[in-house]
């Protein structure tokens, strides 16, 4: 028979895929419980401070709901937001998660993170939010993430930008949307010729 906790796994992993002991402790999960729950494989820890019910559906897109849960903040984008949009063959080992430039730098031993700067308007336009298991998962649009790529070309690849693109048309993107995202991470002219190119 399932103890009080245990039978409110199910309820809490609906809610959130992914839990932090802060949010079992308000649940009535003290430290001792959740290290038996743990012992007993009715919820699994993934990293510092991180579990997931035995309960919890889990996505393709789990590693990006951790990061999410873990950096609050951030919001998905390069080549985690490619993967996601299905804009690459890329398939990266680290979440890319974009903070602040004054935002402190997370310190996470799971989901490995790589994390990048943007400020102003690169940091705030284009910014969807989609539920994945239960969680808000912040992450740049398509065409945010494209004219991203073109920005961080020197860290990710121009190949890697160029491919973006391609698949972006391919899935025929919204010319007007890439350029005004371009324009926000001003590489219009360095993406012109490329789009142009391939249409």
Request: proline share 4%; with cysteine; charged share 25%.
């Amino acid at each position: 028979m399932a103890s009080p906790t245990t039978a409110r796994l199910p309820r809490l992993s609906r809610r959130a895929g992914v839990l932090r002991t802060r949010d079992l402790e308000a649940e009535g999960v003290n430290r001792v419980t959740l290290g038996r729950l743990v012992a007993d494989g009715a919820i699994e820890r993934v990293g510092r401070g991180l579990y997931v019910p035995k309960v919890a559906k889990v996505t393709e897109h789990h590693t990006l709901v951790e990061a999410s849960v873990r950096v609050r903040a951030g919001i998905v984008c390069l080549l985690s937001a490619l993967q996601f949009h299905k804009l690459s063959t890329q398939s990266p080992h680290e979440v890319w998660v974009a903070i602040g430039v004054k935002a402190r730098k997370p310190a996470a031993d799971w989901p490995p993170l790589r994390v990048v700067r943007f400020s102003g308007a690169a940091l705030t336009y284009g910014v969807e939010i989609h539920m994945i298991e239960n969680v808000q998962v912040r992450i740049t649009s398509a065409a945010k993430t494209v004219a991203d790529c073109f920005k961080y070309r020197g860290k990710i690849g121009l190949d890697v930008a160029i491919e973006a693109l391609r698949e972006y048309r391919r899935q025929r993107g919204s010319v007007d949307t890439l350029m005004q995202a371009a324009s926000v991470d001003r590489v219009a002219v360095v993406m012109r010729p490329y789009l142009e190119a391939i249409v």
